[in-house]
């Protein structure tokens, strides 16, 4: 294990995890002590309008996948209508890889409330959601706790801090559905439908949850406000690039020494990530990894000095997504690995296009054929043949994101499928695993 250098610590910057090992940190007493709820006070003293720019002054972008400017996002919504405004907190973490919104909501789910009541007040809005994953029962107690406190501290409620603004604030627990992460799905789960994508137009700034103006946010987006109320937009701006203005919690997971959560600027590199969790486990190089989770395509050792921007990353030809930088060495086989990702979302598919649908069930049925000894080179065909016919013809992003792996695997690795293909690798999967796959 290598031990990271004074400069590349110089890379950590605890903006959202500054709290996370004070103890009790998830309290409201501690939270108080570290500076909660002045961000609270301060912007009640303040025109919403005036919130709205300041999010938009500071570059703020989405920590949910997308990186839509946040500040952008809340000015669409239409103001004087006579609707309901509504701010839904999009807590549905369920990518694989991507794991930075629980241990915030576990830790400090208080910066999440804190946040939801400036991001409410600024939208006017008199009611919110955080809509949280089912299974992250723990983070779902925290926040759940974390709304009474505020509610006894009169943070929450009727007249808040005698400031006139009434905020009821919900904590709602899906039932896992990986489409809920969609927004519109999400919408529509939250009504107590289907999880399942709507058409757009409408966009959900006029027509969201009810058929009334709603912002959806991702838990970091929302969580990250407060400290921009406090600190300024010409604050954060220092951390980041012009673009990708800010600090990112990045999700390190796999053949690493120490898997964890490294809050760093926008635009530090997998090399200095790599450095900062003790390095590649022993007898472990590296190989390929993700940037953004599953759903972002593959990327290389050749890549490890790519700033993780935005802007960066696209231009290397994937997405940052939700920054869960998922490690694979070289005695990883990245044809297996696209295949349990395909799986899950084969599994996770709604089923309400066709492409998606249909496209995620044949696809994984060709990979058992490679993995079991008994593809053949028409499969590598037949699969990017049916990535093209998935991506940009789904209804949502789900089935664009299943293609990423499969078309950036078979573009770096075609060898380790030819390799299945022709009998230079032993089958990793049974005759038994290869029902149906014909």
């Given amino acids: 294990m290598t031990t990271p250098r004074p400069e590349t610590l110089a890379k950590l910057t605890p903006v959202l995890t500054k709290r996370w090992l004070s103890p009790d940190a998830w309290q409201i007493g501690t939270y108080e002590k570290l500076d909660g709820y002045a961000a609270l006070r301060k912007a009640l003293k303040s025109h919403p309008d005036d919130l709205i720019q300041l999010v938009k002054d500071s570059g703020l972008r989405g920590r949910g996948g997308a990186g839509f400017p946040t500040g952008l996002k809340w000015g669409f919504i239409p103001q004087g209508d006579g609707k309901p405004h509504y701010l839904v907190v999009n807590a549905d973490e369920g990518e694989p890889g991507t794991c930075k919104d629980l241990p915030l909501m576990t830790h400090d789910p208080h910066s999440l409330v804190e946040g939801v009541i400036i991001a409410s007040y600024a939208i006017r809005a008199n009611r919110a959601y955080i809509y949280i994953r089912g299974e992250a029962v723990h983070a779902a107690r925290r926040l759940r706790n974390a709304v009474r406190e505020a509610q006894a501290k009169g943070y929450l409620g009727r007249n808040i801090l005698g400031s006139g603004f009434d905020l009821e604030l919900v904590v709602h627990s899906g039932a896992g559905a990986y489409i809920c992460g969609e927004e519109t799905a999400l919408l529509d789960s939250l009504e107590g439908f289907r999880g ?3 058409l757009r137009p409408p966009f959900p700034a006029t027509h969201g949850l009810y058929a009334s103006p709603t912002v959806v946010n991702n838990v970091g987006t929302i969580a990250s406000v407060p400290y921009i109320v406090l600190g300024g937009a010409a604050w954060w701006k220092t951390m980041g690039t012009e673009k990708s203005a800010g600090p990112m919690i990045y999700s390190l997971s796999g053949r690493v020494a120490n ?15 790599l450095e900062l969790a003790g390095g590649m486990q022993p007898g472990h190089n590296l190989r390929f990894w993700t940037p953004g989770g599953s759903s972002t395509p593959l990327l290389t050792a050749e890549h490890l000095d790519v700033p993780l921007d935005f802007e960066s990353v696209a231009a290397a030809g994937s997405i940052l997504g939700t920054t869960a930088t998922q490690i694979f060495s070289d005695q990883d086989c990245p044809v297996y ?21 249909e496209g995620n069930y044949w696809m994984v049925r060709v990979y058992r054929r490679i993995l079991s000894g008994q593809g053949t080179h028409e499969d590598l065909d037949t699969l990017l043949d049916t990535c093209d016919n998935i991506l940009g013809r789904s209804f949502c992003g789900l089935g664009d994101g299943a293609t990423s792996s499969v078309t950036s695997s078979l573009q770096y690795f075609k060898q380790d499928y ?9 089958p990793k999967l049974s005759d038994k695993q290869l029902v149906g796959a014909h």
């Avoid at 760093?264 to 990530?273: A, H, I, K, M, N």
């Avoid at 295949?339 to 492409?355: A, D, N």
């Avoid at 030819?418 to 032993?426: F, N, Q, S, V, W």
Wanted: overall charge neutral.
């Fill in 196 to 198: 399942q994508p709507r």
């Fill in 259 to 273: 898997p964890g959560q490294f809050e760093c600027s926008l635009g530090v590199t997998l090399r200095e990530l």
């Fill in 337 to 357: 690995a696209t295949y349990r990702w395909l799986e899950f979302y084969h599994h996770e598919s709604c089923g309400k296009c066709t492409p998606c649908r």
């Fill in 418 to 426: 030819l390799d299945y293909i022709e009998g230079r690798t032993a």
